[in-house]
């Protein structure tokens, strides 16, 4: 009778155990569903969009990380207005014989030469200023492709990349599109294009680091500020893009300029007038998650150029996060979240504090997780925690709500149930 007895328990506790686990998962569904649905709870919707567990990684990885090989120096045009385009083109075409003449590896240009300048000459000083350079990567979209002046397109030394990113503005930015949506072709995006051009067997590398079509974004680099390499008054930072003002490239420091970018991968960009970190000055900005405090401000500082470039320095200096197989990765989770239930029931069954002793035990297992997460993330292989964790205290939640509802089941249609408390 007491083997009978044991296994009746036994099934019963499993049957608890396995009722627990999806009704929190029904709960998390319910969840998603309201904020989703109901327009009244759109800003929750997207304030966790915006807020991701990764994003506290990024501080983890200024204790962690060193230094290393930075051969890309961008070349700050400013900002641009509609009225100055011809006299823009002009100048831009004396900067680039100029910069092109100190042999730099490769030549970019994330602007999109999309509008007519109604200044033909500015034009053609542009395009004979492009067409000299060697390795050259002009900026373009998908959306703009068909608008782009048509004089450009004779250049037939440049190599077009897509400077589109993913989301708008007011989006964090934590990937970056890297294949095509059939998840077959390389995209030629402009990070990628000038990686190839470094580099024309890279290919291997990349291709093997991207998941879903995407590459994770691992931001190392300073959001918003820069080191000004003509200035001798600034000093230097490693986790800093080098920059030099356009106004400041001219033949007076020709010798400087070229120890500055012989060989070098060089970006024209506009960063807006004055330094980046000016935040009205909101030309091609974005959120990207290591300027922590301007996601809450929803503040977009951190310059387009600089995501594409960060990209780069990930490319060039194989610099990727290996992500846990999502298949293995939910399996695994799900077992800990088993585990969890299992401990959880049997410290309701065996004693009446059952809060004071499982609330400080799910957060001690939440800090063991994120702290196994770290030591991974320092591997290079990322596991976000913050859905498991969420979970493990929401759990605590749904066994109290569970209970009463097994005894009642109990005493109604004779179910058994694990739990006694209120027998």
Not at 57 to 77: G, H, S
């Amino acid at each position: 009778m007491k083997q009978l007895k044991s296994k009746g328990n036994n099934k019963a506790f499993f049957k608890d155990l396995i009722a627990i686990v999806l009704m929190l998962k029904i709960v998390l569904l319910l969840f998603a569903f309201v904020i989703h649905f109901f327009e009244s709870l759109n800003p929750i919707e997207k304030a966790l969009e915006e807020i991701e567990f990764a994003d506290l990684y990024y501080k983890q990885e200024e204790r962690t990380r060193v230094p290393e090989e930075n051969n890309i120096v961008i070349v700050n045009t400013g900002s641009i207005q509609a009225e100055a385009i011809g006299s823009f083109r002009s100048e831009l075409a004396q900067c680039i014989s100029l910069v092109n003449s100190c042999n730099p590896s490769v030549l970019a240009c994330d602007i999109i030469f999309d509008k007519d300048s109604n200044n033909p000459i500015a034009d053609q000083e542009l395009i004979a200023s492009l067409t000299n350079c060697d390795n050259l990567v002009l900026g373009s979209s998908k959306e703009a492709e068909s608008e782009i002046h048509a004089p450009l397109l004779n250049i037939e030394n440049a190599n077009y990349a897509n400077l589109a990113l993913i989301g708008d503005s007011l989006e964090v930015i934590r990937a970056y599109q890297l294949k095509k949506s059939d998840g077959k072709e390389i995209e030629n995006t402009f990070a990628y294009a000038i990686a190839k051009k470094v580099n024309p067997s890279i290919n291997e590398n990349v291709l093997s680091s991207i998941h879903d079509n995407v590459l994770d974004i691992v931001y190392q680099y300073h959001s918003y500020k820069y080191n000004n390499l003509l200035d001798t008054l600034t000093e230097s930072h490693p986790w800093e893009f080098n920059v030099i003002e356009a106004n400041q490239i001219d033949s007076s420091n020709y010798d400087r300029l070229q120890e500055l970018l012989k060989d070098k991968i060089v970006i024209f960009a506009h960063l807006g007038s004055g330094e980046a970190s000016n935040l009205y000055d909101i030309e091609d900005r974005h959120l990207s998650p290591h300027g922590n405090e301007d996601i809450f401000h929803r503040a977009p500082v951190t310059p387009g150029v600089f995501i594409h470039a960060e990209v780069l320095q990930m490319i060039l200096n194989n610099r990727f996060l290996d992500s846990v197989n999502s298949i293995w990765l939910s399996i695994i989770e799900n077992l800990l979240l088993i585990l969890v239930a299992f401990a959880y029931i049997k410290i309701a069954n065996g004693s009446n504090w059952f809060k004071p002793i499982v609330v400080p035990l799910a957060f001690a297992l939440s800090f063991l997780f994120i702290f196994i997460s770290l030591k991974l993330r320092d591997n290079h292989t990322m596991w976000n925690v913050g859905f498991l964790n969420l979970q493990l205290i929401l759990m605590i939640e749904v066994l109290e709500f569970y209970e009463p509802i097994a005894l009642w089941m109990k005493r109604k249609w004779k179910i058994n149930t694990t739990f006694s408390h209120h027998d």
